[in-house]
């Protein structure tokens, strides 16, 4: 007998009514520590609260084996963008009511003693676990329009705003977000000179992180500052727009003019429309050095949080910049195809995966290069793997026949994933991923 096929709305409707017939007991939420983990975990446990529902909240930066294994049986355990990985940890650990709202891909059939929400399931549709989980809570409680514009930010931040589809464009509408197209350095609303100095993506030669080069470019085009303060991007005329566009491609001419310009998303915050990269960058900030609940409480908006989390964020993209001119310094290993970038100890491994994600975005890199970053925490190594472009190999897969072979957890997509490694596998690691690379190169 043929399983029968559900849309993913269907599923999710399926899965919120099995949510809701559950006994009372507590909900334990284990969610990622980005900005679609964080954005995901806001939108539960501002949702269980309207239900008066008793749950505990933990956020992670990854889903160790060991920690699995020691969650409470008798707690119902929702996992928020993360756990399609390890449903054989899950189900080793005999936990009873478990529900995965996740858009990870799944390499392995999804066990049916487990609650699976995720959009790879469903003709692998790209889109965030913010989304999906906003869709699964308005299920649980349709008055919820207001976190709307948190499923936005999520999806901002796993870098899908290009692929919203229908029901994306659903959340846009109840999220009252604003959308104009423009050039896509954020924060669209901030003085301009700051925007360029902390560009990220698109990386900037002699821009990004260069007072001295911000105003020079400023100045070719002839853009002066108005009663001490310059303009932002959204206040630019056409033209001003344009020779702003050229000045950017003459600094890096493998930029496509159709990469730098797209959609920008504003959300209301604080009674205040904010460009939603620069929010959802913020949140990440916050996260990565380690103040999760700063993050949540930011999303809550909470007044006096306000001031706590952009200190934060400056701080976060001062780390970023000096993360960049690190890199761009250091000796890296490099093949056809590829190139590994050890920062050790000098890159927190929390950040180690933006750099990766900027360098791959940066136009530096040719079309199909595999990034590999790797950064040190504890006893362990953090590394990132990223793709450039779409014309390449399954960076999750390049990874998972490295740690087949030494051990590890591997986390991903086909063009961003990670794993985390001990570092006295080190060098083992470098030499089998070198090979990996190199015979793939053979077969491409």
């Known amino acids: 007998m043929e399983k029968e096929v559900t849309t993913l709305e269907q599923e999710i409707q399926r899965i919120a009514e099995k949510f809701l017939d559950l006994p009372d007991k507590e909900i334990l939420v284990i969610s990622h520590f980005d900005t679609d983990g964080i954005t995901s975990a806001t939108i539960m446990i501002q949702t269980l609260k309207k239900l008066d529902k008793k749950f505990s909240l933990k956020i992670v930066k990854s889903l160790e084996k060991e920690l699995i294994l020691n969650l409470p049986k008798n707690k119902i355990i929702l996992f928020l963008d993360l756990a399609s990985g390890s449903f054989n940890h899950i189900i080793e650990a005999n936990l009873q009511d478990v529900f995965v709202i996740d858009h990870h891909e799944i390499t392995q059939e999804p066990p049916k003693e487990i609650n699976i929400i995720n959009s790879e399931l469903h003709d692998k549709q790209k889109m965030s676990a913010s989304c999906l989980t906003y869709f699964f809570c308005k299920q649980l409680n349709p008055e919820i329009n207001s976190l709307a514009k948190l499923a936005i930010l999520g999806m901002i931040g796993d870098m899908l705003e290009k692929e919203i589809d229908k029901l994306n464009n659903n959340i846009l509408e109840e999220g009252e977000i604003k959308r104009k197209r423009g050039l896509l350095i954020y924060p669209s609303t901030r003085p301009l000179n700051r925007s360029l100095e902390y560009s990220a993506d698109p990386f900037i030669p002699g821009v990004t992180g260069n007072t001295k080069g911000v105003l020079e470019l400023l100045r070719e085009i002839n853009l002066k500052p108005l009663t001490g303060k310059y303009k932002s991007l959204l206040e630019l005329d056409e033209e001003e727009m344009e020779r702003l566009v050229t000045a950017i491609m003459l600094k890096n001419p493998k930029t496509r003019n159709k990469s730098l310009i797209g959609d920008i998303f504003l959300i209301k915050l604080f009674n205040k429309l904010e460009d939603a990269r620069e929010t959802s960058a913020l949140i990440n900030a916050c996260s990565r050095l380690g103040r999760s609940d700063l993050a949540i409480q930011f999303l809550m908006e909470k007044p006096k949080i306000k001031k706590k989390a952009e200190a934060m964020y400056i701080k976060y993209r001062q780390y970023i910049i000096s993360g960049l001119k690190f890199v761009s310094e250091i000796q890296k290993i490099q093949g056809k195809g590829f190139i590994i970038i050890n920062a050790k100890n000098q890159i927190k491994d ?20 595999i990034i590999i970053t790797m950064a ?13 472009g779409n014309n390449t190999r399954n960076v999750r897969e390049v990874l998972s026949n490295v740690v087949q072979e030494i051990g590890g957890e591997v986390g991903g997509h086909e063009r961003a994933a990670g794993c985390n490694i001990s570092k006295d596998k080190e060098q083992l690691f470098i030499n089998l991923l070198k090979k990996n690379l190199e015979i793939e190169v053979v077969r491409v």
């Open 376 to 388: 040190y925490y504890q006893k362990n190594i953090k590394v990132s793997a990223r793709a450039v």
């Open 350 to 369: 929390t950040i180690i995966g933006t750099i990766a994600s900027i360098l791959s975005n940066s136009s530096i890199y040719e079309e199909g290069t």
